[in-house]
Antibody, heavy 119, light 113 residues
Framework: QVQLQESGPGLVKPSQTLSLTCTVS??????????WSWIRQPAGKGLEWIGR???????DYNLSFNSRVTISVDTAKNQFSLNLNSMTAADTAVYYC???????????WGQGTLVTVSS | DIVMTQSPDSLAVSLGERATINCKSS????????????LAWFQQKPGQPPKVVIY???TRESGVPDRFSGSGSGTDFTLTISSLQAEDVAVYYC?????????FGGGTKVEIK
């Protein structure tokens, strides 16, 4: 059973870049045909898809993030990462990583990590 | 972007009674080439990540009780819990995966009356 775990700073200053990592266990991130996504959820609010990277290396991003986002994979560490720059208070949220495939985008989820943007 | 609109925002149902959640997409999420609706339902309990309940609009994820069912096609979808149990208290989200960006509904909170 694949498991995902997010890690990164819990506090980021405004205008800085957020860097989060999702460590995958129970399977190789480079095998199969999967989508590895980042999703966020502000406290008490709904879910917002940020972007994803496919096993092939192709990336798709939510254009509402205005090119602030980059998702990459480190196959040696079995991890994928999110970089989100120019952070503001509006980016304060729980950030989740997830794995999906052709029939459901978010079948396996990490537990989420809270990121607060504050000076 | 495809906008997903859920109703109601919340509902309270007695134990053992039926709960019905609606989801409407701003454009069709049905793909004629494979006859599938690209619509999933998620359940999120407090302090937990969401969990997929239904995909392809009506296919139950493995391990999900058969009291959960999904229906609908095109732009109008429904998640039904036929006999509400205490463990079903959660927020439910619909999500379309027909086109990018992937989008979610605003959520429906299900409580016990």
């Amino acid at each position: 059973q694949v498991q995902l775990q997010e890690s990164g700073p819990g506090l980021v200053k405004p205008s800085q870049t957020l860097s989060l990592t999702c460590t995958v266990s129970g399977g190789s991130i480079s095998s199969g045909s999967y989508y590895w996504s980042w999703i966020r959820q502000p406290a008490g609010k709904g879910l917002e898809w940020i972007g994803r990277i496919h096993t092939s290396g192709r990336t798709d991003y939510n254009l509402s993030f205005n090119s602030r986002v980059t998702i990459s994979v480190d196959t040696a560490k079995n991890q994928f990462s999110l970089n989100l720059n120019s952070m503001t208070a509006a980016d304060t949220a729980v950030y989740y990583c997830a794995r999906g495939d052709f029939y459901v985008d978010f079948q396996h989820w990490g537990q989420g990590t809270l990121v607060t943007v504050s000076s | 972007d495809i906008v997903m609109t859920q109703s109601p925002d919340s509902l309270a149902v007695s134990l053992g009674e039926r709960a019905t959640i609606n989801c409407k997409s701003s454009q069709s999420v049905f793909l004629t080439s494979n006859n599938k609706n690209y619509l999933a339902w998620f359940q999120q309990k407090p302090g937990q990540p969401p969990k997929v309940v239904i995909y392809w609009a009506s296919t139950r994820e493995s391990g999900v009780p058969d009291r959960f069912s999904g229906s609908g096609s095109g732009t109008d979808f429904t998640l039904t819990i036929s006999s509400l149990q205490a463990e079903d208290v959660a927020v439910y989200y619909c999500q379309q995966y027909y086109s990018l960006p992937l989008t979610f509904g605003g959520g429906t909170k299900v409580e016990i009356k």
